[in-house]
């Protein structure tokens, strides 16, 4: 830290007493007028809190909920047809309304920001070194170059950039976005903030990156000690990471308190069905989840009432009449005197300060803490019957898809004319796998380790560049064209992104009706066909006429799901079918997917980055890294006792949202980022960021660095590592 | 559906509603947007003006009236005379009736070339499209205007002017069909294009039916560009004598005749003018509509 800098922080620290609240919210709203006689959006209606130093607060809501918004407003970052009121005080000092010179002046130094998306972050044309050399001397207009080259050097090194110096130079494009994120973080760290407001940090993150920038932003915070406002919608990073939180609803905080306090007795149905909709990786057997039925309100015509209401299980009438306001557990006013104050055309809106103790939303608080209800009591829990094809061993089931030594590799050229190979890309490399009748085979790895190249391998039903691919026991390398497009009947795809996934010209009875039509499906079955999916997915028949742009994410995938069904398959892939969605749309799809297996008797491959969904809808679960499987088994063995030194960082890595457990663990965090899958590490590919090849003895890392570990049993049963020294550990 | 027994729910079929017709939807779509029904309305008058104008207005054809020459408009020559004493009216309306066959059939014919080749070279890659577009830029390279002139000469006479149709087409569709191909190579990737590849569906269905429809607001406006761009071109090429040839007419050969007077008399130049800016006008109000109807995000489309 260069002299200036202490100066200025010392010239700011004349705050009066430390029990001012670093930063004070009091009821923010922020409406956007709607143009074009377009109705306005009340994007933030009435949102209060106040960090201290030191303290991190954590914002969790679901898209829309304006949790970003109101840290936007508060940094004044909004464009200027945004209308906000309230309050915003920086040290007891009002922000709100100050112009936007001034508010330079203690952005990036009382108050900064790390921003959502990495690759947006910074400016391409700058190198990373320059930019946050920039960052320091905005600030300190005395500081000369060199000295802000000095300290944006330390700070890279603070945020874990190895070789600062020479990184210095090194533009944004040359960095991974891990790497970038912690620059970003370096940005925001770079003037001593008094507080961070972090939005979603981590979200377009793997999750072994994620444990590293997390680890960060606690150095961060240490270092600085600064207050940290946490936007997030990932109810696991909210449990390890935050002090006291806030819950979010269409605009609304609906619930605040400690982590514990909410996480272990929540008073809000909204709170309690999220946090029941989280598929949970450390339990075992954890039923199905909690569906919130419906959709979050439009910001443009909300309900009278409490906005929940119309999703809440355990609304009343009088819950339609008033908004309830954030008051602490059992102090909401009766029925009788809301009816009363709805007759008399008073309503209340008393502005309660934040005062750190839990306080709700909900009318019924007291009731539900009286009776110590949890979700599982007030939400209607779906009855998933079992599979019946898990009674049947499973050596003795139809195989419905084996993948033998699959290789897919990409030529990398180089010159426009005459194309030279420079390269290959190793996207996958010798895969093997099956899944059997009933089953659920899932493919989890990080991005870039191969899985979503090995789907489109399988669905295209080519020849393989190697190995082979054969569906229900029929290679497809010697198939004829018409067994092939047969064979499409049989093996369906639903994918991730429910936006690009339905094409938005086409109706939704076009859309669902286009397998049936392209397979010859009798015209006249055909449309009983489709209303009978749209049923058997959820959705209604009036929905048949409309276009995918007038549906929700959840309604969406839901479509995709019934177009996937149409022909009835017996073997579905699924691409991360619900990574796009918010928890309380993605427990329902989940909870449809395992109904839909046991019901039609479906086979899955399931491709997903996030393990706890994994765990809670696969039988079985590969784990891929950069090309190649490293450990496969039935889910119960490789989450239970892993084996695989990758295995355990990825399941380590990952926070559990439960505060007691998630602060007890300590997570495996892995040095630096996927290696390229164009030139990967001699011998054993995970070596490179291993933790435990760094504990191993000269002749052993010997044997890593030259000989390529194969798949072998482990436990003498499903489960089979790919690693020399494979040691089953419980990590969770 | 309802003629047909449904054994598995015998129950449930009669509530089933019919299969939605999306055809029907777009064309009640089409007819209950004002600007269509005002675009199609002037077309109709347009053609029926082509049609008709010439029968009405007293005088042939080509035919002089010696006895007055550059005559402003008057009950015998409605729209007055040019220098050779033609009578403008006439003229004009029967140079419509080319101008409407030449202006529609030449957007038309472009724009369906640029879609197709387009998105065959941008969905199939490698050697197709390394043919098409190799094919565009000969195209683009060569000189159109010369070619047409020489070409237009050689097929004279009658019925020549669907040879000129055919060749303005020919070289009017570079240009949109490399920008369909962009957007092809980033449609391809979509993942409702996957899907339907993955359920068996043929490329050129996968075209037809995906690909296309998602431009059709490029399409759209190109096409009725091209209106206005065929209409110029035939007239700059008729200026030069390499257009339509007499006998017939069109009205891109009455504009240009009448161009050099447009301040003395204006009137040999106005009528035709305002013709054509009505005709252009018309094309675009469908045109938007159209656009309109076809895409499901419009604000003006509510089900």
């Known amino acids: 830290m260069s002299a200036q800098t202490i100066e200025n922080t010392e010239a700011t620290s004349e705050r009066p007493g430390d029990e001012t609240p670093v930063l004070e919210v009091r009821d923010l709203t922020v409406t956007f007028r709607g143009f074009n006689g377009n109705p306005d959006v009340n994007a933030v209606r009435g949102v209060s809190y106040s960090v201290r130093r030191g303290e991190v607060l954590g914002i969790v809501g679901e898209s829309g909920s304006g949790k970003s918004v109101s840290s936007m407003a508060a940094m004044g970052l909004l464009p200027d047809h945004a209308v906000i009121t309230g309050s915003v005080k920086l040290h007891g000092e009002e922000i709100l309304g100050l112009d936007d010179r001034e508010m330079a002046t203690r952005r990036g130094k009382v108050i900064s920001m790390v921003f959502q998306d990495p690759l947006s972050g910074l400016t391409p044309v700058y190198t990373v070194g320059d930019q946050l050399a920039e960052a320091v001397l905005v600030h300190n207009p005395k500081a000369t170059k060199e000295e802000a080259r000095e300290r944006a050097v330390r700070l890279l090194d603070l945020v874990g950039i190895p070789n600062p110096e020479g990184r210095y130079r090194s533009f944004p494009h040359e960095f991974s976005g891990g790497m970038r994120q912690r620059v970003m973080i370096a940005m925001a760290m770079a003037n001593d903030p008094d507080v961070i407001i972090c939005d979603e940090p981590t979200t377009a993150l793997d999750v072994t990156i994620q444990a590293q920038i997390l680890d960060l932003l606690r150095t961060a915070r240490e270092e600085t000690g600064a207050a940290i406002v946490m936007i997030t919608h990932d109810l696991g990073v909210v449990a390890g990471f935050v002090d006291r939180m806030l819950v979010m609803y269409a605009g609304r905080p609906v619930e605040m308190g400690t982590v514990d306090e909410i996480y272990y007795g929540s008073r809000m149905p909204y709170t309690m069905g999220l946090l029941g909709a989280v598929p949970r990786m450390d339990l075992e057997r954890q039923g199905a989840l909690v569906p919130i039925k419906g959709t979050p309100p439009s910001l443009t015509a909300l309900p009278p009432g409490c906005p929940f209401a119309p999703r809440c299980p355990i609304a009343e009438p009088e819950c339609s009449l008033a908004e309830p306001d954030l008051l602490p557990v059992g102090g909401q006013p009766s029925k009788a005197q809301i009816r009363a104050a709805q007759e008399a055309g008073t309503s209340g809106g008393a502005v309660a300060a934040d005062t750190g103790v839990q306080r709700v939303a909900c009318l019924r608080s007291g009731e539900i803490a009286e009776n110590a209800w949890t979700a599982q009591d007030i939400y209607p829990i779906p009855e998933i019957p079992e599979v019946p094809a898990a009674k049947v061993r499973r050596e003795d089931r139809a195989e419905m898809l084996r993948v033998e030594s699959l290789i897919k590799h990409h030529p990398l050229t180089k010159g426009a004319v005459f194309k030279r190979r420079v390269g290959t890309v190793y996207a996958v490399d010798g895969i093997d796998f099956d899944i059997r009748e009933g089953e659920t085979l899932a493919l989890v790895g990080e991005s870039g380790c191969g899985k979503s190249t090995t789907l489109m391998e399988i669905m295209g039903l080519e020849k393989p560049q190697g190995g082979s691919v054969s569906v229900m026991g029929r290679e497809t390398s010697k198939m004829s064209g018409s067994d092939r497009f047969a064979l499409r009947r049989d093996m369906q795809i639903v994918f991730q992104d429910p936006m690009s996934s339905l094409d938005p010209r086409m109706p939704v009875f076009d859309i669902i009706a286009e397998p049936l039509r392209t397979h010859r499906y009798p015209e006249a079955d055909t449309t009983a066909r489709v209303y009978e999916l749209l049923e058997l997915v959820g959705l209604n028949v009036e929905h048949a006429t409309r276009y995918p742009s007038e549906f929700s994410g959840g309604q969406r995938q839901r479509i995709g799901i019934a177009r996937a069904l149409a022909l009835e398959p017996k073997l579905l892939v699924l691409d991360e079918p619900v990574s796009a969605l918010d928890v309380s749309i993605q427990a329902g799809v989940v909870n449809l997917l395992e109904e839909l297996q046991a019901r039609l008797g479906l086979s899955y491959l399931f491709v997903a980055h996030d393990l706890s969904v994994v765990r809670h809808i696969a039988d079985r679960v590969a784990v891929m890294y950069l090309g190649r499987i490293v450990e496969i088994g039935d889910t119960d063995s490789v989450y239970t006792r892993p084996a695989h030194p990758y295995t355990q960082a990825l399941l380590s890595a990952i926070p559990i949202p439960d505060p007691e457990k998630e602060r007890a663990r300590t997570h495996i965090v892995l040095d630096g980022d996927l290696p390229s899958p164009a030139n990967p590490p001699s011998g054993c590919r995970f070596r490179t960021r291993c933790q435990k090849f760094v504990t191993l003895s000269a002749p052993e890392q010997e044997r890593c660095t030259s000989v390529e570990p194969a798949l072998e049993a482990t436990n003498g049963g499903d489960q089979a590592t790919a690693c020399h020294f494979a040691e089953r550990q419980s990590v969770l | ?303």
């Not at chain 2, 110029?232 to 050969?253: A, R």
């Open chain 2, 1 to 303: 559906m309802s003629t047909i027994e449904t054994s598995t729910e015998p129950a449930k079929a009669p509530t089933v509603p019919p299969a939605p017709n999306r055809i029907k939807g777009i064309a009640s779509q089409l007819l209950g947007t004002p600007r269509v029904i005002i675009g199609l309305g002037l077309l109709a008058l347009l053609t029926l003006l082509a049609f008709v104008g010439p029968l009405v207005s007293g005088w042939e054809v080509g035919e002089r009236d010696y006895a007055a020459l550059f005559a402003s408009p008057s009950a015998d020559h409605w729209m007055g005379t040019n220098k050779t004493g033609q009578d403008v009216w006439t003229q004009s309306t029967a140079g419509l009736q080319k101008s409407l066959l030449i202006g529609l059939l030449v957007a038309l014919l472009s724009t369906g070339i640029a879609a197709l080749v387009g998105a065959f070279a941008g969905y199939f890659g490698g050697i197709t499209d390394r043919a098409l577009m190799w094919i565009a830029d000969l195209a683009l390279v060569l000189p159109s205007f010369v070619i047409l002139a020489i070409l237009a000469e050689q097929f004279g006479g009658e019925g020549g002017w669907i040879v000129l149709v055919l060749l303005l087409a020919m070289f009017s569709w570079m240009v949109t069909s490399k920008m369909i191909r962009g957007m092809t190579i980033s449609l391809r990737e979509r993942e409702y294009i996957h899907a339907a590849r993955f359920m068996g569906v043929p490329s050129h269905k996968i075209i037809l039916r995906h690909i296309l429809p998602n431009m059709s607001s490029l399409l759209i406006a190109d096409a009725t560009i091209a209106v206005s761009t065929a209409i110029i071109g035939e007239t700059s090429l008729s200026y030069f004598g390499f257009g339509v040839q007499p006998p017939d007419i069109s009205l891109g050969v009455v504009i240009a005749d009448g161009s050099k007077y447009a301040n003395s008399d204006w009137w040999i130049f106005a009528f035709p003018t305002v013709l054509l800016v009505i005709l252009v006008l018309a094309v675009n109000m469908i045109g938007d509509g159209l656009r309109d109807a076809l895409d499901p995000q419009s604000k003006s489309r509510r089900s």
